[in-house]
């Protein structure tokens, strides 16, 4: 039965605090992130040191709080495959964030991924980016000294497909998509660059490619939606528009469009899925203090209930909770009583009870102010019986005592009701049971307490 109880708090406790992975600071090392400890919270930034590799595995969710960042000096490997790809999302599924900035190091992989309203920015580093669907996003950026291969993308509703801005830009852009963008490619700057963009299919973009560099850049073999050159000119913005700036050479260009790999329908389907969700609500993790007082009515032994059909107690508690519906609390009960008639021999009992707590809340919402919950605990209890008498009456002695450690149970229901945001009152109904070697003890509880909510500034972190 202990066991039992103990396999089953555990296994109970893991499956609630362990559904986030809340990652912070510095990776300085060889690290990996799959899908058991998914989702990963970045919640500022997080930096992959110059002698950190990141590896993230196939179906591993990367979710970013709004201006969040994973900054990469070292290297990162994302790494999806066909049927399980890694996620990069926004924390609420709405609002933008920095996502994946590369500033140095070895070379990097991203292949396989999902990316919804971030940004991956390369600069002074080679990063190969492939077979990846990117979409309502900010898009890919390059910067001073990239070295990047972007191949079999999808760019969809994005600001940028891709944008480059700085020297020595060596890139090769071919094969991929562009559709519905808002600029397919833009390019701001451009000194003493590399790189080709051909083969790929530019598709119902606002401008299909911008050049406000001076250089003029060769885009030739790719397909511009149409095979109309007076249509296909409308979407260019270069030389034509500003005399000041480079040409876009997009002649010869295909007519037909490209039969390019698309992401998988699991993709697809999986991208309609996060975008239905609606914005969780974002609770501040907080803790609280609380002590109480109660009644209790023993049941078994029936000794005990000879003695006395009530008790009195207190009780001191401390919980925190690691995300709404759900919180972990510490709590200690003192249980007192006294023998009705004291005629013969005065009777007292004391138990000191400690245990880990679960609270689980039924329809949470911080705005709500009278929440029921239940309950359940497990520990230990230190059970103290004395007998006092004036006569000598047990076996020649006045005195008879027994201390004893044994583990003890408890469980019910309660209801909390928030006079302010930091201050509740609980009512509680609980079932506490001692595995007493003098006897199992049975005893309903009824329990007031006040507690003190106070907001915490740290999160938990595996």
Known sequence: MKKIAIIFLLIFIKNQIFSETYVSGLIDKVENWDLKFSPYIINETVIIGKKGILTIYPGTEIKFKKGAKLLVSGIL????????????????????????????GGKSIIEYIVMIRGAITVEATRVEINNNYILNSTGIILKNFADVILKNNLFLNNTYGVHMEGSNINHSIYENTFAGCRYGI????????????????????????????????NCTDNYWGTDEQQKIVKTIVDKKINPKVGEIIYKPYLKEKLKLPLP????????K???????????IYR?????????????????????????????????????????????????????????????????????????????YDRNIYLVPYAKFGNGISLVNESYISNKIIFNGKNTLKYNEICYSISGGLGLEWFLMKFFSFKLEGIYHYFFYPRGNISLPVINISGNVYFDTPFFLNR
């Open 264 to 271: 998988p329908a699991s993709f697809i389907s999986l991208v």
């Open 186 to 217: 833009y390019i701001l700057k451009y000194i003493d660059g590399n790189g080709t963009i051909k083969r790929n299919n530019f598709l119902e973009n606002i401008n299909n490619i911008t050049n406000y560099s001076i250089i003029n850049i």
């Open 287 to 363: 803790f609280s203090l609380s002590g109480g007082f109660f009644g209790f009515f023993p049941i078994i032994p029936e000794r005990l209930n000879n003695e006395n059909n009530f008790g009195l107690g207190y009780s001191l508690t401390f919980t925190f909770n690691p995300f709404g519906p759900i919180m972990l609390g510490v709590e200690t009960n003192f249980f007192n009583m006294d023998n009705m008639d004291k005629s013969v021999y005065s009777y007292n009992m004391n138990i000191s009870e400690f245990l880990l707590n679960i609270y689980g809340y039924f329809g």
């Open 77 to 104: 490997y994302a790494k999806g495959n066909k049927d399980n790809p890694v996620r990069f999302l926004p924390y609420d599924y709405e609002s933008f964030y920095e996502g994946i900035y590369f500033d140095g």
């Open 273 to 283: 899925t996060y975008l239905n969700k609606k914005k969780p609500r974002e609770d």
